[in-house]
């Protein structure tokens, strides 16, 4: 009871930080926060070959892995454990798992995705035009809110599903390698 | 107002007719809107629940990413549900993300906050939440609105076509039930009446008009045929009744006729029972019953006149108690004898003790009493008491003896009086011729002796009661007072004599000189019952005995007696004493003291004076003699003359002397001639007629014996006076002969001379016989 408590307290204050103005910190939380939910609307293929838990990992040196570790604390994803692990190689980052590209790293983009090839990871990052670079979720900040475009085609090469309700919320939805706007 | 039950039957038919058609259709109409309502909510439930699924599936990612935009464009799809009016969603964090109104106003207040799931109704209105959940996460919730507005207006025009119809057919039915009553309640009237008329009236002809084939015309052709049959019935009643009354009325006069019959019978009966109740409690034989134990169970009234105990006193005790000592044992062996068990047993004698002490003496006669297996279970008979038999025998007995030794006595004495009679004449003529000195004395003593042995003949003859009385009409109050002076000297003065004369005693008839002996017997004999002096009381009574008293001084008779009482105090006797008392030479006295002929002589006097003697004496307890003589009734104031002897010298007379003793005939005609008189002597009566008849001159004087061989000399008398009719005759005797003694008395102006006598007393008496001769002549 004393958790369901804290648990409806942590979501309130989760609630007033996606009110707020996207300055530094808090557009960090609020991405954080749309990350953590995302793995949720998409499909991992051999989903029983997957590790029985869920990790977000972090490629590089990145402030966003306290913010991401805060969003993530007692969430489950797709009924597993979740985790944030920072990774300073791709080889290191499990099948079925989600991979944070932060701004930091954002260069490393195509040589990451081909080092990644049909590993069935996701690759969410906030670099601009990110989808149309071959990532597969890509956060924006426009008019003081935060929003998303999806690479479909990038994801179901990686034998990845994203489901169409995620998709109505995506400001654009590109098919193929090149992300194009709605 | 009535109670439903009180109603007549057609109103309660129409009643329930109506009521169960209203009702009926009441509920089968509510059971139709309620099934219709709940289907109409139902559909408006089923469809809002498909429109919420729908919308929450498409408004999960809004809400999980708090789209408010694509919130509302979901929320927009809501105008192509009419029935939606109002929807709204919420975020997980209670935020409202978007919200749809049909028609603003119409949809009333909304949630501001999330509730929990589920439907809620507002009169037509229902709205639902639903959470919306992804990924097991609940990520917000949505409200939803419906309006069945349409569906409930229909439902109420429904509602009331059916309570319209519901009036209709109610009414209808009351209609129908009215009409439709009469065809059940009508018969059923009928019948009412019917039954209440037979009830009324019992006039079981009554028919009913049959209303048809159905449950009532079978029900009233039930009740004419229970009807016709109790008509039947009682009809057969009726009869059987008047055929049962005539028969009891015929029981009830057997029966009376029985009762008086048997009424009779009873009576007769109980005549009869009390007849032989009365018989046998009233017979004088004593009837009895004992038990195994000799216990009395019965006794009959006849036991308190003999044993004086009443049947009710000795029922239950012991027989034996009342038995004589001696008889007890006999009487235990009689009982147990096999003899007196088979055959039972008569003429056995015992003794009982009566409740005054004395015994009784019974004649028993009684067998075992045997119930129905023979065993012996007690005994019964009937007891005659035989003691005043037993008495009468014995006193028979006594006086058969008394009167054996008084006739030897009497013979005896007849002869020794001629004897004495012989010696005293001779010894008076030898001293009257003056003899030599010492012969007188001698002849005296001679004289003397001969008179004692005259005294204890007379004793014997009086004893006997064969001595000649000569009864003269008495006072014995003065002979006691003349005998009362004497006494004293005759019986010592150690004894006190008490007379006790009874004034205006009633006379009796006896010889004095008799009674002065009795008197003077019993009082010597008192004396001598009385050695240590006491006292000797005398007394006289007139009686007037009853049977009882006659009872107890047996063997008096019932009449009028003078009784003289004479009392000692002394010594008394027992009863073996007492019934010997009276017999000559019995006597307790010492050797030499007593003649034992002093009572004999008592008792034989008082008899031939007929009269009774009896004895009271118990040991120390003194004796009474009681003297009892029969009154003289009638003239008691005769009383004959003595005349006194004179020593006149009549002229010489001749005297024709009878004597078959020759000794005394001699002595006889020697006292006489030497006294002056002629004297003729005669043997028998005969020799004495052949005399008077062969002798020429006169003759004075006829002195005869009584009691002679041939004819006696009473018959002498009466031939010799047919011859000499004026001759005078004078009687000697030594006893009366039975001639004499059959009266006990001479004829009257008969004289009888005593033998012995002496030379004064013959003289005198026939000079006092001349003497009246020849007054009688000369006057």
Request: charged share 25%; hydrophobic share 45%; aromatic share 6%.
């Amino acid at each position: 009871m004393a958790r369901g408590r804290a648990l409806a307290a942590l979501l309130a204050l989760l609630g007033a930080c996606t009110e707020l103005r996207a300055d530094e910190s808090n557009e960090h939380a609020v991405k954080a926060a749309f990350v953590s939910k995302f793995a949720r609307f998409v499909e991992w293929p051999q989903a029983g070959r997957c590790p029985d838990h869920f990790t977000i990992a972090v490629l590089g040196k990145d402030a966003f892995t306290d913010a991401l570790q805060r969003a993530i604390e007692g969430r489950e994803v797709r009924e597993r454990p979740t985790r944030v692990r920072r990774v300073t190689a791709v080889g290191q980052v499990e099948p079925c798992s989600l991979l944070w590209l932060g701004a930091a790293e954002e260069k490393h983009l195509e040589a990451v995705l081909g080092e990644l090839g049909r590993v069935p990871v996701l690759v969410v990052g906030d670099a601009t035009g990110f989808t149309s670079r071959g990532g597969m979720i890509g956060l924006f900040v426009e008019n003081e809110r935060v929003g998303f475009d999806v690479n479909v085609g990038a994801a179901e090469r990686a034998g990845l599903r994203i489901s169409s309700r995620l998709l109505g919320l995506a400001r654009a939805v590109a098919k193929g390698d090149e992300g194009k706007r709605r | 107002m009535k109670p439903f039950r009180d109603l007549a039957f057609k109103h309660k038919l129409t009643a329930v007719l109506t009521a169960v058609s209203a009702i009926s259709l009441l509920f089968s109409s509510a059971i139709l809107l309620s099934r219709e309502t709940l289907k109409l909510r139902s559909h408006t439930q089923q469809d809002l629940h498909a429109i919420a699924e729908i919308l929450a599936a498409n408004s999960v990612a809004a809400l999980e990413f708090r789209d408010e935009r694509a919130a509302h464009e979901n929320l927009a799809g809501l105008e192509l549900k009419p029935q939606v009016r109002a929807a709204r969603l919420f975020a997980a964090d209670g935020r409202i993300l978007a919200t749809f109104v049909r028609k603003a106003g119409a949809a009333g207040p909304l949630p501001e906050q999330a509730g929990p799931d589920g439907f809620r109704a507002h009169g037509s209105r229902i709205s639902m939440f639903r959470t919306v959940v992804l990924d097991g996460e609940r990520v917000g919730t949505l409200f939803i609105q419906a309006d069945a507005e349409d569906a409930w207006s229909e439902m109420r025009s429904y509602v009331f076509t059916i309570l319209f119809a519901c009036v209709v057919s109610a009414g209808a039915a009351l209609a129908l039930s009215r009409g439709l009553q009469g065809a059940i309640s009508t018969p059923i009237e009928q019948l009412t009446a019917a039954v209440g008329a037979v009830a009324e009236s019992g006039d079981y002809s009554v028919r009913v008009a049959s209303p048809g084939g159905d449950e009532l015309g079978v029900l009233t052709a039930a009740f004419n045929r229970m009807l016709g049959r109790i008509q039947e019935q009682d009809a057969a009643l009726r009869a059987a009744r008047d055929g049962l009354e005539l028969k009891v009325e015929e029981r009830v006069r057997e029966l009376r006729k029985e009762i008086v019959e048997r009424r009779a019978a009873e009576t007769a009966l109980q005549v009869s029972q009390r007849k032989y109740k009365a018989i046998v409690e009233n017979t004088n034989e004593w009837i009895w019953s004992v038990d195994v134990l000799g216990r009395w169970t019965y006794n009959n009234g006849a036991i308190e006149r003999i044993l004086g105990y009443s049947p009710e006193e000795l029922l239950g005790r012991d027989c034996m108690e009342l038995l004589h000592a001696d008889d007890r044992a006999p009487a235990a062996e009689l009982l147990s004898s096999e003899d007196a068990l088979l055959n039972g047993w008569s003429g056995a004698l015992f003794r009982w003790r009566h409740k005054n002490g004395s015994y009784r003496t019974l004649e028993s006669v009684g067998a075992a009493l045997k119930d129905g297996a023979g065993n012996v279970v007690g005994f019964h008979g009937i007891d005659h008491d035989i003691t005043a038999r037993l008495r009468l025998e014995e006193q028979l007995r006594q006086s058969q003896k008394m009167d054996a030794i008084g006739r030897l006595a009497g013979g005896i004495a007849h002869d020794f009086n001629n004897l004495l009679g012989v010696i005293l004449g001779y010894s008076d003529l030898l001293m009257k011729r003056g003899l030599p000195e010492g012969a007188g004395t001698r002849v005296e003593q001679i004289r003397r002796a001969a008179e004692r042995a005259a005294g204890l003949t007379r004793q014997l003859l009086a004893f006997s009661r064969k001595q000649v009385l000569d009864p003269k009409v008495l006072d014995l109050n003065t002979v006691i007072s003349d005998l009362g002076r004497m006494l004293p000297r005759l019986i010592g003065e150690d004894v006190e004599v008490a007379l006790a004369p009874k004034p205006n005693l009633w006379r009796v008839k006896a010889d004095p000189t008799q009674i002065d002996q009795v008197l003077m017997n019993l009082a010597v004999n008192a004396r001598d019952a009385m050695p240590q002096g006491g006292r000797l009381s005398i007394s006289t009574a007139n009686v007037d005995a009853d049977e009882a008293l006659a009872r107890s001084r047996p063997p008096l008779v019932p009449g009028r007696y003078v009784m003289l009482s004479v009392a000692d105090n002394g010594c008394g006797m027992d009863a073996a004493t007492r019934a010997r008392i009276f017999e000559p030479f019995f006597t307790t006295k010492e050797k030499g003291k007593g003649t034992g002929l002093g009572l004999a002589t008592v008792y034989g006097i008082v008899e031939q004076s007929g009269g009774h003697i009896w004895v009271a004496s118990e040991p120390g307890r003194g004796t009474t003699f009681e003297i009892y003589l029969p009154r003289l009734e009638g003239d008691a104031s005769r009383e004959t003359q003595e005349i006194a002897p004179s020593e006149q010298r009549a002229k010489r007379a001749t005297v024709l002397v009878v004597e078959d003793e020759e000794a005394l005939r001699g002595l006889t005609r020697e006292l006489l001639e030497s006294n002056g008189f002629a004297v003729l002597t005669a043997g028998s009566g005969a020799e004495a007629l052949d005399l008077s008849r062969s002798h020429q001159g006169p003759i004075d004087l006829l002195l005869t014996d009584v009691v002679m061989p041939g004819f006696s000399g009473k018959v002498l008398a009466d031939l010799l006076v047919r011859e000499r009719p004026s001759l005078p005759v004078v009687f000697m005797s030594g006893y009366t002969d039975d001639a004499i003694a059959r009266h006990q008395v001479l004829e009257e102006g008969t004289i009888l001379l005593q033998k012995p006598f002496d030379e004064k007393t013959l003289i005198s008496r026939l000079q006092q016989v001349l003497r009246s001769v020849e007054a009688l002549v000369h006057s």
